[in-house]
């Protein structure tokens, strides 16, 4: 049983195209994560939910636009696709208490912009 | 805000030991190590809490100085499994937001 899944693993799009990632997590957790990993492996985050409500936007641009429909789904739309998009996203749930606990991550979603 | 792991990159022998060392300038309420393979997701080693508190891998061990804002991670007789890129993350407290490192790349070969 995979703890986080998401899909698709890849996607391949034209510049100005717009697409979804889906992310799903059945370990009970009330935390989900958007991570955004470039070229260079740098791991950044773009959004935290917790319990379905946003509570981190690290100045995402707004053509990124996630939805949770329950705490244990997370989705991401992005419109108007560039090429500095092409990125690998990971999505990652943690159990929230006085800090953040462990984070797990889900296999990544790998988008190339052409 | 980001933190600062070195060195960036280390290459061990089979059985040698290697430290890697993340450093804020921020006050911080805990520091995390995960390890990514090529191609995989990042996984969880370790948490190093403000006050002392540690939960993660047994064969791996760190430490936190929060008076300095600084964690290393001691990697002891290392194996080839242990190849991979270690990030370090770390919190201000309140939760919901681990900020990670660049990584530290290490190769073990044999």
């Known amino acids: 049983d995979t703890a986080v899944s998401q899909t698709p693993k890849y996607l391949v799009t034209q510049m100005g195209n717009d697409k979804s990632i889906k992310c799903e997590q059945n370990?009970?957790?009330?935390?989900m994560y958007w991570y955004k990993q470039d070229s260079k492996k740098f791991l950044k985050i773009m959004f935290s939910?917790?319990?379905?409500?946003?509570?981190i936007n690290e100045t995402v641009p707004n053509r990124f636009s996630p939805k949770s429909p329950d705490k244990a789904h997370l989705n991401l739309h992005i419109n108007s696709l560039e090429l500095g998009d092409s990125a690998v996203y990971f999505c990652?749930?943690?159990?929230?208490?006085?800090?953040?606990?462990?984070?797990?991550f889900g296999e990544g979603s790998r988008l190339t912009v052409l | 805000q980001q933190p600062v792991q070195s060195p960036q990159a280390v290459i061990l022998r089979e059985g040698e030991d290697a430290v890697i060392n993340c450093s804020s300038s921020k006050a911080l309420y805990s520091v995390h190590w995960y390890r990514q393979k090529h191609g995989e997701a990042p996984v969880f080693l370790m948490i190093l809490l403000k006050g002392g508190e540690q939960k993660g891998h047994e064969k791996i061990s760190a430490s936190f100085n929060e008076k300095k804002q600084q964690s290393s991670l001691y990697l002891t007789a290392s194996q080839l499994s242990y190849s991979g890129t270690y990030f370090c993350g770390t919190e201000r407290g309140g939760g919901f937001k681990t900020i990670f490192g660049a990584g530290t790349r290490l190769f073990v070969k044999a």
């Open positions: 990652a749930s943690s159990q929230e208490g006085r800090v953040t606990g462990e984070l797990f």
């Open positions: 939910y917790n319990n379905k409500e946003l509570i």
């Open positions: 370990l009970g957790h009330d935390t």
